[in-house]
């Protein structure tokens, strides 16, 4: 968890945990009673609950006490906790604060069961943003632009769940084994010098490995796994993978600083360009299939699109710097 993680759960509920369960119970009461509409059936209700369990009084107490201090805050998620109606938006701001003081397998086991935004992700970049973080273990990772993940280590297991986006993961010796969840699946890293580049994409996870061997498995296809060995790159979905490729010379540049083209369409590369600027940049159909090869550094965006006037019979049209079409110099 992140410092404000830590300093809401500062003085929150002792051990053992608060159950998931427990904890989602808390805030549907607490909100419910914030709607104004619990009528006195529903607050014998509330209360038989509440004197039911010491663990229902625990978790009580903990979110009243995270109620008063959102008003304190100037966050996103305390804004949308705060000002939201009785809505999803609301309930899940409320559940996430709740979480945050009831210890890490609660937060993993309720962040299953809601649809939590990758905003409140454990780790973020934003866009045109890359990060480098060493964690726990010892293990290097990299976080390329637009990216959000968690990150679970624990006696047992290391655990790293991708939400969206792409990193570059250095993996260190440790005992423990290491996974890796993304939409579509899961993988296991080999213990010991691994290095991969995992991608979510739109119903696909993208997976290269530069050393060592990552074993993956789809949530569907249960029957089977796939060995994928360094200098290898695989698409896969829920249920099956593509054919197994050698790893391209696109494959994890961006954690060089870098965006490489090799006979790629222009609309697919400035759909790569994208990713890390803020804004609309369209490319037109009657160039869209033009080819682009090269080199481009990732920190100048602008320099990129000023290069591609320079190799393609294109004109780069900016009605500011958020709005761009790339259209034919003709």
């Known amino acids: 968890m992140n410092a404000r993680s830590q300093s809401l759960s500062g003085d929150s509920m002792n051990r053992p945990e608060i159950s998931p369960q427990v904890a989602e119970q808390a805030v549907n009461w607490l909100i419910e009673m914030q709607s104004g509409q619990l009528d006195a059936g529903r607050q014998q209700a509330w209360q038989a609950w509440l004197n039911g369990h010491s663990d229902h009084q625990r978790a009580w107490a903990h979110i009243q006490r995270v109620n008063q201090r959102l008003h304190g805050l100037s966050s996103p998620l305390a804004h949308a906790a705060i000002n939201a109606p009785a809505s999803s938006s609301r309930r899940q701001a409320l559940k996430l604060l709740l979480l945050l003081g009831a210890g890490s397998v609660a937060a993993w086991s309720m962040r299953d069961r809601i649809d939590l935004p990758p905003m409140l992700a454990d780790y973020r ?23 959000a993940l968690d990150v679970r280590f624990d006696n047992g297991q290391r655990l790293i769940k991708l939400l969206e986006g792409e990193i570059m993961l250095t993996v260190a010796n440790d005992p423990r084994p290491l996974h890796l969840l993304t ?9 010991s ?3 991969l580049n995992l991608r979510q994409l739109a119903g696909r996870t993208q997976l290269a490995v530069f050393a060592g061997s990552v074993e993956l498995s789809p949530f569907e296809r249960t029957e089977s796994t796939l060995l994928v060995k360094a200098s290898q790159q695989v698409v896969f979905n829920r249920r099956h993978w593509d054919p197994v490729r050698p790893v391209d010379s696109s494959s994890g540049a961006w954690a060089d600083g870098m965006l490489v083209a090799s006979h790629t369409r222009l609309a697919d590369f400035l759909g790569e360009l994208s990713r890390y600027r803020r804004g609309h940049l369209k490319c037109d159909e009657k160039v869209a299939d033009l080819l682009i090869s090269g080199s481009y550094p990732l920190n100048d965006s602008e320099r990129i699109l000023d290069m591609l006037e320079v190799a393609l019979p294109v004109k780069v049209q900016r009605f500011t710097r958020y709005w761009v079409n790339v259209q034919s110099r003709a």
């Open 183 to 191: 939409a579509e699946g899961s993988l296991r890293a080999a213990p």
């Open 125 to 147: 970049s934003s866009t045109g943003e890359r990060r480098k973080l060493a964690l726990a273990d010892g293990s290097q990772l990299q976080l390329n632009t637009g990216t």
């Open 193 to 195: 010098g691994t290095r």
